[in-house]
């Protein structure tokens, strides 16, 4: 059975710190893994990795994967309030099979 | 360019009783999904349409069925509702069925009385 496991659960962070949030699976028949943000309700997209050991940037936002040790990092810099929200991991193959999230709060 | 639109935003029901979600998906995309999103935990799959057919099924009961209609828009639903199946039921479009990139509308929240 598919399993994707996200640390921390939660944490809690000042603005202008840096967060790094770890995402491992054990899927078959891996295409992609995802990084979604959940604010409120809907799940925006942030990234797609494919490749292992290619860094993915947008603005303050970075993510990598590690396709070897099965698992994939996504770092926010200098956090803003509106960072915070849960950020969803999920590895694809015939569907997307999601962690549990990482609730992100950032305090001003 | 309007993303993708779900109704209602809530909905309270009874055990026993019925229940139809709508989704239309992203302008473009002719491929919708269904997520059921438990609190406190992640999306899980209930099932994909493509082509006004049902092409993958997770691990869910007949209970929940869906539809697609030829303007791509689709519905969920359930019966016999159980108290377990109050939850946040997301819809994600895609370009294609194999296209992993999904974009989300912003639920149906459930509540199972």
């Known amino acids: 059975e598919d399993k994707v496991v996200q640390s921390p659960l939660s944490l809690v962070v000042h603005e202008g710190d840096t967060v790094t949030l770890n995402c491992s699976y054990e899927?078959?028949?891996?295409?992609?893994l995802l990084w979604y943000k959940q604010e409120k309700k809907a799940p925006t997209f942030l990234f797609m990795l494919?490749?292992?050991?290619i860094e993915k940037k947008s603005g303050r936002l970075s993510s990598i994967l590690d396709k070897k040790e099965l698992f994939s990092i996504l770092n926010i810099t200098a956090t803003q309030t509106g960072d915070s929200a849960i950020y969803l991991c999920?590895?694809?193959?015939?569907?997307?099979?999601f962690g549990a999230g990482t609730t992100v709060t950032v305090r001003a | 360019d309007a993303g993708v639109t779900q109704s209602p935003t809530h909905l309270i029901k009874t055990r026993g009783q019925q229940v139809t979600l709508r989704c239309s998906p992203k302008s473009g995309h002719d491929t919708v999904s269904w997520y059921q999103q438990a609190l406190g935990q992640g999306p899980q799959f209930i099932f994909q349409y493509y082509e006004e057919e049902e092409r993958q099924r997770g691990n869910f009961p007949d209970r929940f069925s869906g539809h697609q209609f030829p303007n791509y828009s689709s519905e969920l639903n359930v019966n016999a509702l159980l108290l377990g199946d109050s939850a946040l039921y997301l819809c994600?479009?895609?370009?294609?069925?194999?296209?992993?990139?999904?974009?989300f509308g912003s639920g149906t929240q459930l509540s199972v009385l």
């Open positions: 899927v078959t028949n891996f295409r992609s």
């Open positions: 494919t490749s292992s050991g």
């Open positions: 994600a479009s895609s370009l294609t069925p194999t296209n992993e990139k999904l974009f």
């Open positions: 999920a590895v694809a193959h015939y569907k997307l099979s």
